[in-house]
């Protein structure tokens, strides 16, 4: 039968302890290192790189899964050592061992061992020491002699062989990983309090709070209710300072109680913004209301974009907290304007994000010039009051020898301005489009960075131009054939890592949305994509951009679509692109008689990608031109031959 007994050196719920924390703490490790990712040095311009020790100090230091790891590591070590150094009063008995004898070893090879070892080791012969007392000379006296006895007798000898001890078959013994002062009666009221507390009320309390808690989110990570004020407030022809208000009215919901309290400071922040916004400040605090949390968190939005400073701390990391959530917020906005294809206010959203990452408020065009670093706000009308692009404030820095210059041109080096290098609509096996088919726009995107020039082609020859046509091609149908919305990267791409964002909280990769719009109706024709890792372009690549594919559905009816592919940034104000595009859906059945039909159009070639993945799945491919043809000869020639014959023998 066996017996169980409670561990009373712990050793046994030390080792429990270790496999758990091992189990969560080796992958939350491993999660936490961040593979090194190609150029993610970024803007090298001063203020962003202060910014970014300033953010990777904050976040690595007192960052709680930080916190965790180093707490939890160290309980790790903690017991490991003590595991490590514990006695285990567990070994098995073996009298060979204690003999130094090998098993199985004949009985008078024995006594003759056991006699050597008597006169070496005998309480009379041996002299007491420092490291050996009295006590241990006899104990060890006393091993070798049990040991002797049980390798001699019989019946010891015989429990040894059949259960492995000298007294014969033993009970087993179960050791139990709880100290034993857990079950000690004079401790059950305690232990059925902890249980009662953990179980009956921390836990319901902790399901509870996570059940209703997520019931209380909307799937984009927002507050129900602000995505209900979102959907109620939100119009087709909303404005941009209207956008504006209505994505503040969700701090009522999303700032908690404690950060809403009003500091103040406030009542001066705001008489600034009302100094400095005027009449849109009025407008945009009539359209958020007078809620508390609303108007705080509004009163920082604003500050930051007008970059005034902050004295209070507290204040100061409110801001931040409520710019970190804006991009949560931003995203459930434009989900909703994107289910009702509005392009206005879906746009203003887009650009919303720019100027909040810029810290700059919405106004006149000529403002963007304040992105650069060390450029105010106030120094836009003064400085190149003719420039009409970011390259005309260079020159005129390098012309008054300003000594901004130096890190206006470290910023430009990786700006954010991405090129459409092309737009097409493509139907994989299909020369042209018909109703309802499936439709991919592939939009190729490069950033050119400042002053914008496009990128110059060398001169090749006619070889090296139809080779580097067909290798295009050739890269173009396997993209487009593919499930990816991104072609892969090259090894060789620059990309150009964290943006120029001195004024944001974090550290900011950027990215675009491509949007397909029809301005005339203003729609939005597809859900937008978001795009990331665009790579700089680069003169004598081969290619020097990338491809990205948004698919739809066609059109039903026949018709010639005029839309708009636009490139809209999330980082930088003013840096979007654009470019008209159209989509003509065809009748087959109208076409010309010498377009080809319908079954022509869908069966592809053989020696294409198509073709050649058509023939594989067992579907119908068409022969290449050039098989034609050579099979047109050779019937051509055969027909020749049989009139010749047939020539000479009327002849004779």
Same mark, same amino acid.
């Given at each position: 039968m066996a017996q169980y007994n409670y561990d009373e050196s712990g050793n046994m719920s030390a080792y429990f302890l270790i496999t758990f924390l091992a189990l969560v703490l080796v992958p939350t490790t491993f999660l936490s290192m961040k593979p090194s990712r190609k150029s993610v040095d970024g803007c090298q311009c001063k203020p962003c790189i202060d910014q970014?020790?300033?953010?990777?100090?904050?976040?690595?230091?007192?960052?709680?899964?930080?916190? *965790?790891?180093?707490?939890?590591?160290?309980?790790?070590?903690?017991?490991?050592?003590?595991?490590?150094?514990? %006695?285990?009063?567990?070994?098995?008995?073996?009298?060979?061992?204690?003999?130094?004898?090998?098993?199985?070893?004949?009985?008078?090879?024995?006594?003759?061992?056991?006699?050597?070892?008597?006169?070496?080791y005998h309480p009379d012969k041996v002299k007491a020491t420092a490291n050996m007392?009295?006590?241990?000379?006899?104990?060890?006296?006393?091993e070798i002699t049990k040991a002797y006895k049980s390798l001699t007798d019989e019946t010891i000898r015989e429990n040894l062989e059949k259960y492995g001890h000298p007294d014969g078959r033993q009970d087993i013994t179960m050791g139990l990983a709880l100290p034993k002062w857990i079950v000690e009666s004079q401790n059950n009221i305690w232990v059925l309090g902890l249980y009662g507390l953990l179980f009956g009320g921390a836990l319901p309390a902790l399901v509870g709070r996570w059940w209703f808690g997520s019931r209380q989110k909307t799937k984009d990570g927002v507050n129900a209710r602000s995505a209900a004020a979102f959907f109620k407030t939100l119009k087709e022809e909303s404005t941009f300072d209207e956008v504006l208000g209505t *994505?503040?009215?969700?701090?009522?919901?999303?700032?908690?109680?404690?950060?809403?309290?009003?500091?103040?400071?406030?009542?001066?922040?705001?008489?600034?913004?009302?100094?400095?916004?005027? #009449?849109?400040?009025k407008e945009v605090k009539r359209l958020c209301g007078e809620d508390a949390p609303r108007r705080k968190a509004l009163i920082l939005l604003y500050a930051h974009l007008l970059r005034l400073p902050i004295r209070s701390s507290t204040l100061q990391s409110d801001q931040t907290e409520i710019l970190l959530q804006t991009p949560l917020l931003l995203s459930a906005l434009l989900n909703i304007s994107m289910s009702r294809n509005w392009l206005a206010p879906t746009l203003s959203v887009m650009r919303l994000h720019a100027y909040l990452t810029q810290a700059l408020l919405p106004g006149p065009e000529r403002q963007r010039f304040a992105q650069l670093p060390g450029i105010k706000i106030d120094d836009v009308?003064?400085?190149?009051?003719?420039?009409?692009?970011?390259?005309?404030?260079?020159?005129?820095?390098?012309?008054?020898?300003?000594?901004?210059?130096?890190?206006? %041109?470290?910023?430009?080096?990786?700006?954010?301005r991405a090129e459409i290098a092309d737009a097409a609509f493509k139907v994989i096996g299909e020369r042209v489009v018909t109703p309802s088919s499936i439709v991919f726009l592939v939009v190729k995107l490069r950033i050119t960075p400042p002053p914008y020039k496009p990128v110059e082609a060398k001169e090749l020859d006619a070889d090296e131009i139809k080779r580097r046509i067909k290798f295009n091609d050739e890269k173009d149908d396997e993209f487009l054939t593919s499930r990816k919305e991104a072609e892969d990267l090259a090894s060789d791409d620059v990309l150009p890592g964290w943006a120029h964002a001195p004024?944001?909280?974090?550290?900011?990769?950027?990215?675009?949305?491509?949007?397909?719009?029809?301005?005339?109706?203003?729609?939005?024709?597809?859900?937008?994509?978001?795009?990331?890792?665009?790579?700089?372009?680069?003169?004598?690549?081969?290619?020097?951009?990338?491809?990205?594919?948004?698919?739809?559905?066609?059109?039903?009816?026949?018709?010639?679509?005029?839309?708009?592919?636009?490139?809209?940034?999330?980082?930088?104000?003013?840096?979007?692109?654009?470019?008209?595009?159209?989509?003509?859906?065809?009748?087959?059945?109208?076409?010309?008689?010498?377009?080809?039909?319908?079954?022509?159009?869908?069966?592809?070639?053989?020696?294409?990608?198509?073709?050649?993945?058509?023939?594989?799945?067992?579907?119908?491919?068409?022969?290449?031109?050039?098989?034609?043809?050579?099979?047109?000869?050779? #019937? #051509?020639?055969?027909?020749?031959?049989?009139?010749?014959?047939? #020539?000479?023998?009327?002849?004779?």
């Open positions: 970014r020790k300033r953010v990777r100090s904050a976040s690595s230091i007192f960052s709680k899964k930080t916190c *965790f790891l180093v707490v939890g590591w160290s309980i790790l070590g903690y017991f490991s050592y003590r595991v490590a150094n514990a %006695k285990l009063d567990n070994k098995i008995y073996d009298p060979f061992e204690i003999l130094g004898l090998r098993a199985g070893v004949a009985e008078k090879e024995i006594k003759s061992h056991y006699k050597k070892l008597s006169k070496l007392t009295v006590e241990a000379i006899q104990n060890r006296f006393v *994505f503040s009215k969700a701090y009522q919901w999303e700032l908690s109680a404690k950060k809403a309290k009003v500091v103040p400071e406030l009542d001066e922040l705001e008489e600034q913004i009302a100094e400095k916004a005027g #009449s849109k400040w009308s003064t400085l190149a009051s003719q420039a009409t692009d970011i390259s005309d404030v260079v020159h005129a820095l390098e012309q008054q020898q300003d000594s901004r210059v130096v890190d206006v %041109k470290k910023a430009l080096a990786k700006w954010g004024y944001w909280p974090g550290e900011r990769k950027p990215s675009w949305w491509v949007v397909l719009a029809d301005e005339k109706s203003n729609r939005v024709v597809v859900p937008p994509m978001r795009v990331t890792d665009i790579p700089l372009a680069q003169s004598g690549r081969e290619r020097d951009y990338r491809s990205y594919k948004i698919q739809f559905q066609a059109p039903q009816n026949v018709g010639v679509f005029t839309w708009k592919v636009l490139l809209v940034s999330d980082t930088f104000v003013g840096e979007d692109s654009s470019r008209d595009i159209t989509l003509r859906i065809e009748d087959v059945s109208t076409l010309p008689a010498d377009e080809p039909s319908e079954d022509e159009i869908s069966d592809p070639e053989e020696d294409t990608i198509a073709g050649q993945m058509a023939a594989m799945r067992g579907g119908a491919v068409k022969k290449s031109k050039g098989v034609e043809e050579e099979s047109d000869d050779e #019937s #051509s020639t055969d027909d020749d031959e049989s009139s010749d014959s047939t #020539s000479d023998s009327d002849s004779d």
